[in-house]
């Protein structure tokens, strides 16, 4: 009996893992704009008002992630990235008039996605 739970719930924990990789997969094609329903547009819209809460917190914190051209997560305050040795540069972004088309949060010059809900912007601007 405490095999066949076991291996239950193995079976559950993967089938949960793979749920979560199609859910990312799908809100991916989504704000990509290559799927669009009604159901999709409600959970995505509930996703953006999370990474949108997310983005203000991480301003108001101060605690922003900085990530070097390797993909390594570096602090503001290094010089040099500990995995790859690549001098950091570290620039302040500008931001540009024109909002978001789907969160409304300003965007960096020349962005064509939103830093924060990930969505593609109609008029690419770069």
């Known amino acids: 009996m405490t095999e066949y739970k076991t291996e239950k719930e ?6 949960s893992w ?5 859910g990312e997969s799908i809100y991916h094609q989504y704000r990509m704009g290559q799927l669009y329903s009604e159901e999709l547009k409600e959970f995505g819209e509930q996703i953006q008002k999370l990474d949108h ?3 203000e917190l991480e301003v108001l914190s101060g605690a922003r992630n900085i990530y ?4 390594h997560e ?4 290094d010089t040099y990235c ?3 040795g690549q001098k950091l540069e570290h620039v302040e972004l500008d931001h540009q008039d024109e909002p978001c088309q789907h969160c409304e949060t300003p965007l960096m010059i020349g962005a064509n996605f939103c830093h924060v809900c990930g969505m593609r912007q109609e008029e690419e601007l770069a």
């Open 10 to 15: 193995r079976i559950l924990a993967d089938k």
């Open 18 to 22: 793979w749920l979560a990789k199609l």
């Open 53 to 55: 809460r997310l983005h």
């Open 68 to 71: 070097c051209t390797c993909g």
């Open 74 to 77: 570096v602090e503001k305050s």
């Open 82 to 84: 500990e995995r790859c």
